[in-house]
């Protein structure tokens, strides 16, 4: 290949280019390739797993509330095991940062055995030859084939997994939204006694009183009383109806009675069927007790003649409507509590046509909870399959458009009739209002309304009307069918049918299939006798098709015209009552659920007679005090004051528990053995009245409304997951206790977190972190500082102020002569200097370094090399070199991100780049032991001894530094020479060990010990001395001269 140039050209310049081509199309082919995607695909299907692993973020945020509490570590689960929502909630949880999840189809196997190994083992693409060239094409191949696999067609599948596992999880929720719905819809209308049908005719004494209360306990109450057609026909404020009737205060039992016996007026008045009351708190079981006393006294005294039942209803759809744009129009001026009022009356009346008022423009209706999942799914998706619910229920039961017309209430059920829609249902009802028509018949759809043949067809059958009350308003015939299911196309198959169930003569003159229908919808027993079965077959004959079930639909229909086919009502359970009323789920409040309880009292059983008598008193050595065996009181002195305590009966018994209340208002009841995992006599070691506790659910009684809990340390860690707390089968545990170090360990290692706070009056004192500091000044300029708590104590601040962009120097000051820990020292001190407020370290120090910063970032051979990068500048100083051809020597300045407040000074004299680090100071520079007032002044100095060894070279990284008393550079070579600084079988920095071109080991200060007093000095290390800081080598033209020859600076760079 080396010989063949027609294989290279300006995007394949070399062999290795060529190869990775090649290798590209082949993969490329076999991933274009529909055989290899089809059965890759299916492969991958069945093998693909996922891995999930929490983040940061995720571990201190996923508790055990949490829906992926479980699976928040997954180790190569199979996708088919998904059920549910739990990929939705996935998917979110990815999104948000809380977890990370990984797809792979090879996540539990070992490499031998990866699909990528198992194709190579069936040697599909293998030449099956020894040669040398043949394994290396051999070779090639397989890389081929893995690239293919890898980098083209998994990614693919994934996406398309991920994309089937999305939508099979939005389906299931959509489904379940669909299901509540249905649930809600599916209701029929309240009546007080199912064995006596409800008609039309009772609409207007078929009235309920809805009532409604508020949480807080000054705001009134009201109730609304609703006839059948959803109209409010009066209403009542009742300002104290949430008052207990055996209240301690006399005033408060008194208003209340007052707003009982207003409602006793009410209700003897108006004789509502029942009463409905929004199940808002627990104290909705005494409200309907209240109401409950006050019927049975009603019916003990006569005035009432029968039983008003009192229903607790769900205020979920009242707090919905109440803020709607429908009750908005329709109540403009009514309160947010009497809106709920009526709708929870209306509610009971007839929900499908409560519910259709929030089938708005706006979509209101998605403002009620379906599911926990259900704002994860599309929009349109869930609007389009409850849209759908509401079209079964409505071709289930009908729409009279008369009533739609004479009551606006029920217009929004016209929408849902098939063929309709919103739009036509909306023109229908603007032609027949205005003209205050009404429709006698079905015909008049076509013949007054304009309605097209089509819509007609699809909308007749689901439109009823009234046939008697339109014939005794009108006057005119009315063909009584359009009063019933009976679409019609298939009028005379219903006449026929009439007609042959009575046996009528057909030859008669006097036929009347009109009479025939009236007979039989008085005697409909009689169309039992009839063979629909011959009939439907003679249609079929006829080419009508197979109308068996149309046949049997309709002698139904003949049967009882538009029967309410819903569920009748039924109370909630005790255990939906109990979730409505607590505002919880099953799924949120249950038995393993961790919980917050305050206590309220420890809970005694009464001692008897006999345990008095069998009782012995013990006496305690130690403190000389005598203890009451039952209640193990034990501060009595004298063996006569138990007695004493007896008989007083202020002994109160034994202590069986401890009684808490939830959050949620639920009463708890922890038994003493599982109060602690030791053994407790006395609760009132452990808890105290009024102290919030955490605690764990074991079982909960719905009738009493109140559960017994568990706070006992085994417990709530349920190691052996006996709670219900359990894992995936999955569960990653491995990798959950690896990040359980890690974040330990960081913890333990974090103690930038760890600062005092401070009350210091200044504006450029903040209460805050490194790392927020540092945060704060990437905003601000260079030469901005902030003073902050410091983690060493009280008697501590450090000042973090910007050298440039991110590159901050944190200094310590020390604080002296301090009134208490939180006041400002009054001497303050960095290094030897001392300084006495803040202002003046922010003068006499901040300013005049950050001046002599500024004077090196505006030099004009100033080089940014991203925080003092030497490769960088090597580099540039080599190109700079080679454009100069030689003569001359270039060198620039760069800041230091490892050592703040220094810089570096780089230069090239010949073939080896020097780095030599330099100080900024308040007065000026410090460059090799010399201090310098100005940039210019150090610059000219070092241009006529940068060939002179320098004293000392800083190489201890941050991490290698350690507090210790510090020394200037210049003072290591006297201390080296007097033996202080020096250690056994080191050497010193002497001349001769430069002049002699030699690499000894020596000891050398780190940067600190040259810089801002204040800095906490390195040790020096026993270190060899690298390359860029040893003094000219024996290849140096300089090397041994007197007088070497003066260098060529540049002018210009």
Not at 390 to 401: L, T
Not at 563 to 574: I, Q
Not at 811 to 827: A, D, Q, Y
Not at 850 to 863: F, G, H, P, Q
Request: charged share 30%; proline share 6%.
């Amino acid at each position: 290949m080396d010989d063949d140039d027609d294989l290279f050209c300006s995007l394949l310049p070399d062999v290795d280019s060529v190869l990775k081509g090649a290798k590209w199309m082949v993969a490329m082919r076999f991933a274009r390739n529909p055989i290899v995607r089809r059965i890759v695909r299916e492969q991958y299907r069945q093998r693909v797993t996922v891995s999930v692993r929490a983040t940061m973020h995720g571990r201190s945020l996923i508790d055990e509330a949490h829906p992926l509490y479980s699976c928040k570590y997954l180790k190569n689960k199979p996708v088919r095991l998904l059920k549910n929502d739990e990929y939705l909630r996935l998917k979110e949880a990815e999104e948000s940062h809380l977890i990370n999840m990984i797809f792979s189809i090879d996540g539990s196997e070992s490499k031998r055995t990866t699909y990528y190994n198992e194709l190579l083992q069936q040697q599909l693409f293998h030449r099956d030859e020894y040669t040398a060239v043949a394994e290396e094409w051999n070779s090639l191949r397989h890389e081929a084939l893995k690239q293919c696999l890898d980098d083209m067609l998994y990614p693919i599948f994934e996406r398309e997994v991920r994309l089937q596992l999305q939508r099979e999880a939005e389906e299931h929720v959509i489904e379940k939204c669909a299901n509540r719905m249905q649930e809600w819809l599916r209701i029929a209308p309240y009546w007080h006694d199912p064995k006596v049908e409800r008609k039309r005719e009772d609409y207007n004494r078929l009235t309920i009183l809805g009532i409604a209360y508020s949480l807080e306990p000054k705001s009134p109450s009201y109730a609304a009383l609703v006839n059948a057609d959803g109209d409010v026909l009066d209403h009542l404020v009742l300002r104290n109806f949430t008052k207990r009737t055996f209240a301690r205060s006399d005033n408060e039992r008194e208003l209340k009675t007052v707003d009982l016996e207003e409602l006793k007026t009410f209700l003897v008045k108006k004789m509502p069927i029942a009463i409905a009351i929004t199940g808002e708190s627990l104290d909705a079981v005494y409200y309907k007790k209240d109401l409950e006393s006050l019927v049975v006294d009603l019916q003990a005294s006569g005035t009432i003649g029968r039983n008003i039942p009192v229903e607790i209803v769900d205020p979920e759809l009242a707090r919905v409507y109440a803020d709607s744009g429908p009750a908005n129009q329709e109540f403009p001026t009514y309160s947010i509590l009497l809106r709920q009022a009526i709708s929870i009356a209306r509610r009971l009346q007839d929900p499908l046509i409560e519910f259709s008022q929030l089938v708005t423009p706006d979509d209101e209706i998605l403002s009620l909870k379906f599911h926990p999942s259900q704002n994860m799914v599309s929009k349109e998706e869930l609007i389009q399959r409850i849209t759908e619910e509401f079209i079964n229920r409505v071709s289930e039961v009908g729409v009279d458009v008369n009533r739609c017309i004479e009551h606006p209430y029920t217009a929004p059920l016209l929408q849902f009739v098939c063929g309709l829609g919103p739009r036509k249902a909306s023109h229908l009802l603007k032609i027949l209002t205005p003209e205050e028509l009404h429709l006698e018949n079905r015909s008049k759809l076509v013949t007054h309304c304009r309605m097209g043949p089509k819509v007609f067809m699809n909308c007749a059958g689901f439109i009823k009307i009234d046939t008697a009350r339109m014939m005794d308003k009108s006057g005119v015939f009315i063909d009584v069918l359009d009063g019933s299911r009976v679409h019609p196309e298939t009028y005379e198959w219903a006449r026929k049918m009439a007609f042959d169930a009575l046996e009528y003569d057909e030859t008669v003159d006097d036929y009347d299939p009109g009479t025939a229908l009236d007979e039989i919808l008085e005697s409909p027993e009689r169309l039992k006798d009839l063979d629909l079965d011959a009939f439907a077959e003679e249609l079929q004959r006829q080419g009508f098709g197979n109308k068996n079930i149309t046949l049997y639909d309709i002698r139904a229909e003949l049967n009882h015209r538009y029967k309410d086919l819903r569920a009748l009502y039924h109370p909630p359970t005790r255990e939906q009552l109990f979730y409505m009323l607590i505002k919880e789920t099953p799924r949120t409040f249950g038995p393993g659920k961790l919980i917050m309880a305050k206590v309220l009292n420890v809970v005694y059983k009464r001692p008897s007679p006999n345990m008095f008598e069998e009782a012995r008193p013990v006496k305690d050595s130690t403190t000389n005090l005598w203890q009451c065996p039952i209640c193990f009181k034990d501060d009595f002195p004298e063996l006569g004051e138990v007695w004493k305590h007896y008989d007083a009966n202020e002994c109160p018994g034994q202590a069986i528990g401890v009684r808490v209340r939830l959050e949620n208002g639920i009463a708890g009841f922890i038994p003493i053995k599982y109060l602690s995992d030791r053994h407790v006599n006395d609760p009132n070691e452990r808890v105290k009245s009024g102290m919030t506790i955490a605690c764990r659910i074991m079982k909960i009684d719905t009738y009493r409304f109140s559960c017994d809990l568990t706070c006992r340390t085994s417990d709530l860690e349920d190691r052996e997951f006996q709670y219900g707390t359990g894992r995936d089968n999955h569960y990653d545990f491995k990798a959950e206790e690896e990040d359980r170090k890690k974040e330990e360990t960081a913890r333990m290692m974090k103690n930038d977190d760890a600062i005092y706070k401070r009350v210091i009056a200044h504006p450029s004192f903040r209460n805050c972190t490194c790392s927020e500091a540092e945060e704060l000044l990437d905003q601000m300029d260079e030469g901005d500082a902030i003073i902050r708590p410091s983690s060493k104590g009280a008697d501590f601040l450090t000042l973090t102020w910007k050298v440039c962009d991110g590159i901050y120097q944190h200094v310590s000051i020390r604080e002296e002569n301090k009134e208490n820990s939180f006041t400002l020292g009054r001497s303050l001190i960095i290094g030897s200097e001392v300084y006495e407020d803040l202002d003046e370290i922010l003068a006499r120090f901040v300013h005049p370094v950050a001046m002599s910063v500024r004077e090196v970032l505006t030099y004009k051979y100033y080089r940014d090399s991203n925080g003092g990068d030497t490769q960088i500048l090597e580099n540039f100083l080599v190109e700079e070199k080679q454009k100069n051809g030689g003569n001359k020597i270039p060198y620039s300045l760069s800041a230091c991100k490892d050592y703040p407040g220094k810089f570096l000074l780089s230069y090239l004299p010949n073939t080896r780049v020097r780095h030599e680090y330099f100080t900024a100071l308040p007065d000026g520079f410090r460059f090799r032991g010399r201090v310098f007032n100005n940039l210019n002044n150090l610059l000219a100095w070092f241009k006529q001894h940068f060939n002179e060894p320098p004293p000392g070279t800083p190489l201890a990284t941050p991490t290698d530094r350690l507090s210790v008393t510090g020394y200037t550079p210049s003072q290591y070579d006297s201390l080296n020479r007097m033996g202080i600084v020096t250690p056994r079988g080191a050497v010193g920095i002497g001349t001769n060990a430069w002049n002699g071109g030699t690499r000894p080991m020596i000891y050398l200060p780190s940067p600190s010990q040259s810089g801002f007093p204040g800095q906490s000095p390195g040790v020096p290390r026993l270190m060899r001395t690298p390359q860029f800081t040893v003094p000219p080598t024996p290849s140096d033209p300089y090397l041994g001269a007197q007088q070497p020859p003066p260098p060529i600076w540049p002018t210009k760079m």
